[in-house]
């Protein structure tokens, strides 16, 4: 028995600042099961989250005119429960993450990265999500 159609179609929201890594991003996610919305940049990604349900963030760190973990501040300030995160970078991960708020559940990919390494993070973070003990 695979998990394949285990999960429901989730709802994603991607943010990167530069259109063509988007766009891979986009048509990766959508050919494997997910429902993908994309904003160019933290602004539009906060606008975005104010509009419409979403059940995963995933975001680039390295972005203007606010990074990556400051969407994510402005995010958890509008919305004080934020769907999990997960954070792409070109740069390693630093030993200790900014805080981003109490409740903000994420992974962090550093690129290159393959798609099923995408995939896997996503649904870890949905499952942490979804499962008693990240209550919290």
Known sequence: MTDAGAHRELHL????DEAQILEL???TLSLQGFYVSTAAGGPQALEMLQTCAVDVIVMDVLMAPWDGFETVRRMHRAQPVLPPV????GLNRPDTLP??????QLEYLVKPFRPSEL????????DGRSSPSSSN
């Open 86 to 89: 997960v954070f792409l970078s």
């Open 13 to 16: 929201l991607v943010v990167d």
């Open 25 to 27: 991003l986009e048509l």
């Open 119 to 126: 995939v896997a993070a996503i649904r870890r973070v949905w």
């Open 99 to 104: 805080d981003l708020g109490p409740s903000v």
